[in-house]
């Protein structure tokens, strides 16, 4: 069964504080892998990664992906409050065009 | 440039009603993606369609049901609703079948 998991499920840090976030993945015809932002409701677009080892960067914000072992992480150095948020990963499949999610992570960055 | 609109934001039903949410998607976009999104949950896909067909269908039963206009927006439409079905119905547009997905506001449907 295709598969996303993200980890941790949740995490609290402090304003300045860089954070790993971790997405894993199990799917049949991966094509690429993206990131989401999820502060209210609508997900709104970070990254999408399609080769191994290339970073991606935005900001403080950077991501990058293993396909060899199947997973992507995304950073974010020097945290601000308004960071906090979920954070998707989803991953696309060739096979039927859907894109399959992670649960997120719920960033918490205390003032 | 519109982003992707929906309406309306939020909804509160009974059980056994039935439910028509609105999407119209980003500019230029001719791909729309439903997702049902419980909470603390990431979103779960519903169905998708593209040139007015259901291009790919989720892990939904036939409640679930959907149409596209020639002008791209689209309906989602849930029929006996159950409690289980409150959640957050998030629309996505995207060009054919391009990675990504550009989200809408979301309609919160709320299941007494």
């Known amino acids: 069964e295709d598969k996303v998991v993200q980890s941790p499920l949740s995490l609290v840090v402090h304003e300045g504080d860089t954070v790993t976030l971790n997405c894993s993945y199990e799917?049949?015809?991966?094509?690429?892998l993206l990131w989401y932002k999820q502060e209210k409701k609508a997900p709104t677009f970070l990254f999408m990664l399609?080769?191994s080892g290339i970073e991606k960067k935005s900001g403080r914000l950077s991501s990058i992906l293993d396909k060899k072992e199947l997973f992507s992480i995304l950073n974010i150095t020097a945290t601000q409050t308004g960071d906090s948020a979920v954070y998707l990963c989803?991953?696309?499949?060739?096979?039927?065009?859907?894109?399959?999610w992670g649960a997120g992570t719920k960033l918490i960055i205390k003032p | 440039d519109a982003g992707v609109t929906q309406s309306p934001t939020h909804l509160i039903k009974t059980r056994g009603q039935q439910v028509t949410l609105r999407c119209s998607p980003k500019?230029?976009?001719?791909?729309v993606s439903w997702y049902q999104q419980a909470l603390g949950q990431g979103p779960q896909f519903i169905f998708q369609?593209?040139?007015?067909?259901?291009?790919q269908r989720g892990n939904f039963p036939d409640r679930f049901s959907g149409h596209q206009f020639p002008n791209y927006s689209s309906e989602l439409n849930v029929n006996a609703l159950l409690l289980g079905d409150s959640a957050l119905y998030l629309c996505?547009?995207?060009?054919?079948?391009?990675?990504?997905?550009?989200f809408g506001p979301g309609t919160r449907l709320l299941v007494l």
């Open positions: 989803a991953v696309f499949m060739d096979s039927n065009y859907q894109l399959i």
């Open positions: 996505a547009s995207s060009w054919d079948i391009q990675e990504t997905q550009y």
């Open positions: 369609y593209y040139e007015e067909e259901e291009r």
């Open positions: 799917v049949t015809n991966f094509r690429s």
């Open positions: 399609t080769s």
């Open positions: 500019s230029g976009h001719d791909t």
